[in-house]
C-alpha cells in the first residue's frame, strides 16, 4: 500500500546524521471495508554509500477471485541514488520496477526526486519520472509522499499520492469497458493515521482515495458497482503494523 514510505525520510534524514547504515522492515495487516477482504503489506527500506533501496508488496486475500488464501499481488522496487544537495534538500536520481499478478502487466519509471522538503510540520518527498507500461509508449508520473508526527512521536500522519497519464489511445490499452477506455489521468492517495503504541508496534487506518485508477472497483466493491472514469473512490482501511 506504499503508506509507509515515512521509512524513505526518516531512514535516509538519520542516515545523512549518522553516516550509518540502515535497514527496516515491517508488515502491515490491513481490512479494506468496502472490498471487504484483508490485504498483507510488507516493506523494506535499506541505504548504503550510494543512496537508498525502497521496496513493497501488497498481497491481498480476496475471495471472490481465491477462497482460502492469498488472491493476487502486487510490489514495487525503487532504488535512489543520492546526487546533490540545494540548501537542506537532497536530490537523488530513481529507478524503479512494477510489477505483479495478472492483469498487472510490468512497468519501468526513472527520473528525479528531491526529499527533505519542510513545509510546516510536514516533510515532503516528490518524484518526477518518465512511465513506461509493458507495450504501451512512455507517459509520466508525479509522486509526492509525506510525513508529520505529534504528541511526541505517537500520532503520525503519513501517505502519498501519485498523479500519472496513461497511454490510453494504444491499441494495447484495456478496452473491456468504455469507462476504461476513456481513462486518460489517474490519481491515487493513501493518507494514514496512526499511533505508535510502541517501538515494535502501530495502529490506524488508512483511506484510499482515487480517481481514474482501474485497480479501485475490485474485491465485493465490484458485485456492487462498475468502475467509472469521472468518478472518486474512497476506500477505508484499518490496520495493525509490526516493526522488525
Keep these: 500500500m506504499k503508506s509507509a514510505l515515512i521509512i524513505l525520510f526518516v531512514a535516509f534524514l538519520t542516515h545523512i546524521v549518522s553516516a550509518e547504515d540502515i535497514d527496516i522492515l515491517n508488515l502491515q495487516y490491513h481490512y479494506d471495508f ?27 486475500f480476496d475471495n471472490t ?15 535512489y541514488f543520492q546526487l546533490t544537495k540545494i540548501d537542506d534538500i537532497n536530490v537523488t536520481a530513481t529507478i524503479q520496477y512494477n510489477d505483479g499478478s495478472f492483469p498487472v502487466e510490468h ?8 526529499n527533505n522538503i519542510q ?23 508525479w509522486t509526492v509522499v509525506w510525513y508529520a508526527d505529534f504528541i511526541n512521536h505517537k ?3 503519513n501517505g502519498y499520492f501519485d498523479l500519472w497519464k496513461n497511454d490510453n489511445t494504444n491499441s494495447h490499452w484495456p478496452d473491456f469497458s468504455p469507462e ?16 505508535q503504541l510502541s517501538p515494535k508496534w502501530k495502529i490506524g487506518s488508512e483511506w484510499e482515495i482515487s480517481r481514474g485508477f482501474l485497480g479501485a472497483v475490485t474485491g465485493e466493491l465490484a ?6 472514469y469521472g468518478q472518486w473512490y474512497f476506500l477505508p482501511t484499518v490496520f495493525v503494523q509490526f516493526n522488525f
Excluded at 65 to 79: Q, V
Excluded at 107 to 112: H, R
Aim: glycine residues 8%; hydrophobic residues 40%.
Design 119 to 141: 513545509l510546516g510540520s510536514l516533510n515532503l518527498s516528490t518524484d518526477l519520472l518518465l512511465k513506461k507500461n509493458y507495450k504501451l509508449n512512455v507517459d509520466w508520473q
Design 223 to 228: 458485485k456492487k458497482e462498475e468502475y467509472k
Design 180 to 195: 476504461v477506455k476513456k481513462t486518460k489521468y489517474s490519481f491515487q492517495a493513501e493518507p494514514q493515521i496512526g499511533w
Design 107 to 114: 512497468i519501468w519509471l526513472a527520473g528525479i526526486n528531491f
Design 65 to 79: 477471485i481465491k477462497k482460502g488464501g492469498a488472491s493476487d499481488f502486487y510490489f514495487e522496487l525503487m532504488r
Design 34 to 60: 468496502r472490498r471487504e477482504h484483508p490485504t498483507a503489506t510488507l516493506e523494506y527500506y535499506g541505504n548504503d554509500e550510494l543512496g537508498f533501496w525502497f521496496f513493497f508488496t501488497d498481497v491481498n
Design 155 to 157: 500520532l503520525i500522519f
